[in-house]
C-alpha cells in the first residue's frame, strides 16, 4: 500500500472555487445518474412495485449494456451499442436520440439544468442539452467504456477512461485536471461529500484523489478493479475486485474488513443500505448481503452470473438482475419477493423511479419498464336497458383453428363479439402462465402508440358510437416458444373507462388455455 497526503492552503481552494462555475450539479431527480447519487449508494427515496408488471418497453438497435437515468419530469436516458443515446418520455414514447459515434456502456447523468452527460467508445464525454443537441464533448486519449460520469455541486463533471486517466472537466467543457493511473479505468468515479474522488483501476489498485487533482492515498488490492466504489454515510468506501474480495476501506486508506465472494466481482458496484447493509453480486451467480462489519447475512443464487448492480428502495427492499434473464425483488432478510423474466442477458442496473417504476436493460436491446401490477375491483352487475339481441357473458367467445400447435405454426384466432348495449372496444391477447402479456391484437377501438394497457402496448382509446351488431375479429399469432399460455378474449365498457391505464370491462373476460409444442 501506498499512500500520500497533500494539504492545499486554504485561500488557493477558496480560488479555484470561485473559479469553477456551479451549473453542472447533480439533477434533484429520482435516479439522475448510476447508482443514483454521487456516493453510489444504489439507494433511493421511493419504493418499486410489490408485484411485477411490463408497463412498456423500447426497443433500440443493439445491445442494452448500461443503466438508465430518470429525469424530474420522468423521462428516460440510456444508451445503446447501437452508438445512439435515447430520451424517451415516461410513457416510452421516444422523444430524441443522439448519435456518439461509439458502442454507449457509460450510464448518463443529469445535471440541474437537464443537461445530459455521458461518455462512448468514441473516446469523448459528451454533454447534450435537454432538446438533445450537443453543448460540448471532451476528446479522451481511449475509449470510455464502462466509467458513468459524475456531477458535482461544484461544477464539475468526473469520468475515467481506457486512457488509464480520471478527467475533471468544467461544465462548459473546458478542462481542469487530470490524475493518471497505470492501468484502464472501467470504474466509474464516486465523490466524497467533502469532494474527494474514488476510483479503481486495471492495474489492481483503488485511488483517492483530492478535488484538486493529487492523490491522497492508494491501496493495492492485488487484482483487477472493474467495480465501482460506494461510499457510505460515516465515509466508509467499498469496492468489489476481479480476485472475489469486496474490500471496506476507511475515509483515510486503512482496510477496515474484507469478504472473500466464491466468484470475481467484475463490473458490479456495492449498495449500501440505510443501515449500513452492503450488498454486492457476484460472477459465481450469486447476491450477498452482508452487515456494516462485513459478516454474512445472506446470499442468493439468482441462476446466472451478475455483472449489474443492485439497487434499494426506501422500504428496503433488494431489485437485482441476472444473466438469467430475471430482475429479482429481495426482502432486507434475503426472502424473494418476486422475479421477472423477460429478454435475455441482462448486464444494465435497475433505476427506480418516483412512481415506483424500475427501469433496466436487456441484451435484447430493449429497455424495459417495469410497475405494479393494478388492483382487480369487482365488476358490478350490468342491466341491459335495452337488448336489441340476447347479450352474450362473456360478449367476446373466442374459437381458434388449432389450441395446440408447433412453433412453426401459426394459430388464427376468431373472436365472435355479441350485440353489446353500451360502447365496447373489443381485444383478443395471448398471455404467459404468470399472467404477463406476450401477443396483443387490438381490433375495433384502438390507435397504435405506446400507452399502458395491462403491462404492454396497446394503443388510445378512442371515442366512438356502440358496438350493437355481430363483429368477427381475427388474430394471427406465430413463432411463440413453447409452453403453456392462455388465450384472452373480452370488451373495454367505454362508459365507465376513463384511461387505457385504468380499463372497467363489460362482463368478464373469456379465457382458455394454449399449448405450444
Same mark, same amino acid.
Given at each position: 500500500m501506498v499512500r500520500f497526503v497533500i494539504a492545499m492552503p486554504l485561500p488557493l481552494l477558496l480560488i479555484l472555487s470561485l473559479a469553477f462555475p456551479v451549473s453542472a450539479q447533480l439533477a434533484d431527480s429520482p435516479w439522475p445518474m448510476f447508482r443514483q447519487n454521487n456516493q453510489h449508494t444504489g439507494r433511493s427515496a421511493y419504493e418499486g412495485p410489490s408485484s411485477p408488471m411490463p408497463l412498456w418497453s423500447?426497443?433500440? $438497435?443493439?445491445?442494452?449494456d448500461g443503466s438508465p437515468a430518470i429525469g424530474g419530469t420522468g423521462e428516460v436516458y440510456i444508451g445503446s451499442q447501437d452508438n445512439r443515446l435515447y430520451a424517451l418520455d415516461s410513457n416510452g414514447a421516444f422523444y430524441w436520440s443522439y448519435d456518439a459515434g461509439g458502442y454507449i456502456y457509460s450510464s448518463p447523468a443529469i445535471g440541474n439544468s437537464g443537461r445530459v452527460h455521458f461518455g462512448s467508445y468514441s473516446s469523448n464525454l459528451y454533454a447534450l442539452d435537454?432538446? $438533445?443537441?450537443l453543448a460540448w464533448s471532451y476528446k479522451t486519449g481511449n475509449p470510455i467504456s464502462y466509467s458513468s460520469p459524475a456531477i458535482t455541486d461544484v461544477g464539475r463533471v468526473y469520468v475515467g477512461s481506457q486512457d488509464k486517466t480520471l478527467y475533471a472537466i468544467r461544465s462548459n467543457g473546458a478542462f481542469i485536471w487530470s490524475y493518471c493511473t497505470a492501468g484502464h479505468l472501467n470504474s466509474s468515479?464516486?465523490?466524497?461529500? $467533502?469532494?474527494?474522488v474514488y476510483i479503481g483501476s486495471l492495474d489492481d489498485n483503488l485511488y483517492a484523489i483530492s478535488p484538486t487533482g493529487v492523490l491522497v492515498w492508494s491501496y493495492g488490492i492485488g487484482d483487477n478493479v472493474h467495480s465501482s466504489p460506494s461510499i457510505g454515510t460515516d465515509g466508509r468506501v467499498h469496492v468489489g475486485s476481479y480476485g472475489h474480495m469486496l474490500y471496506t476501506f476507511m475515509p483515510g486508506g486503512s482496510l477496515d474488513w474484507s469478504y472473500r465472494c466464491? $466468484?470475481? &466481482?467484475?463490473?458490479?458496484?456495492?449498495? &449500501?443500505?440505510s443501515d449500513g447493509s452492503v450488498y454486492v453480486g457476484s460472477r459465481d451467480n450469486s447476491l450477498y448481503a452482508l452487515e456494516p462489519g462485513g459478516e454474512l447475512v445472506w446470499s442468493y443464487n439468482m441462476g446466472d452470473g451478475r455483472d449489474s448492480s443492485p439497487a434499494i428502495g426506501s422500504a428496503g427492499t433488494v431489485y437485482a438482475t441476472s444473466y438469467d434473464n430475471a430482475l429479482f425483488a429481495f426482502t432486507p432478510f434475503g426472502g424473494l419477493l418476486w422475479s421477472y423474466h423477460a429478454g435475455t442477458d441482462i448486464t444494465s442496473s435497475p433505476a427506480i423511479g418516483a412512481d415506483g417504476r424500475i427501469y433496466t436493460g436487456w441484451s435484447d436491446n430493449i429497455l424495459y419498464c417495469i410497475g405494479q401490477v393494478p388492483t382487480q375491483t369487482p365488476e358490478p352487475p350490468v342491466t341491459p336497458t335495452e337488448t336489441p339481441e340476447p347479450t352474450a357473458t362473456p360478449p367476446i367467445d373466442l374459437t381458434a383453428d388449432k389450441v395446440e400447435y408447433g412453433t412453426t405454426g401459426t394459430i388464427s384466432v376468431t373472436a365472435d363479439v355479441w350485440p353489446l348495449t353500451v360502447p365496447c372496444y373489443p381485444f383478443v391477447r395471448i398471455l404467459m402462465a404468470d399472467g404477463s402479456t406476450l401477443y396483443y391484437q387490438s381490433g375495433v377501438g384502438f390507435t397504435a402508440s405506446p400507452v399502458p394497457y395491462l403491462g404492454f402496448e396497446a394503443g388510445t382509446i378512442l371515442t366512438a358510437e356502440p358496438i350493437r351488431d355481430y363483429l368477427a375479429l381475427s388474430a394471427n399469432f406465430s413463432g411463440i416458444a413453447t409452453g403453456t399460455y392462455y388465450l384472452e378474449g373480452g370488451a373495454v365498457d367505454m362508459t365507465r373507462t376513463v384511461s387505457a391505464n385504468n380499463l372497467v370491462y363489460w362482463g368478464t373476460v373469456d379465457r382458455e388455455e394454449l399449448t405450444v409444442r
Open positions: 423500447y426497443a433500440t $438497435g443493439d445491445w442494452v435537454s432538446a $438533445g443537441t468515479p464516486a465523490v466524497a461529500s $467533502g469532494g474527494r466464491a $466468484g470475481p &466481482i467484475m463490473n458490479a458496484s456495492p449498495a &449500501i443500505g
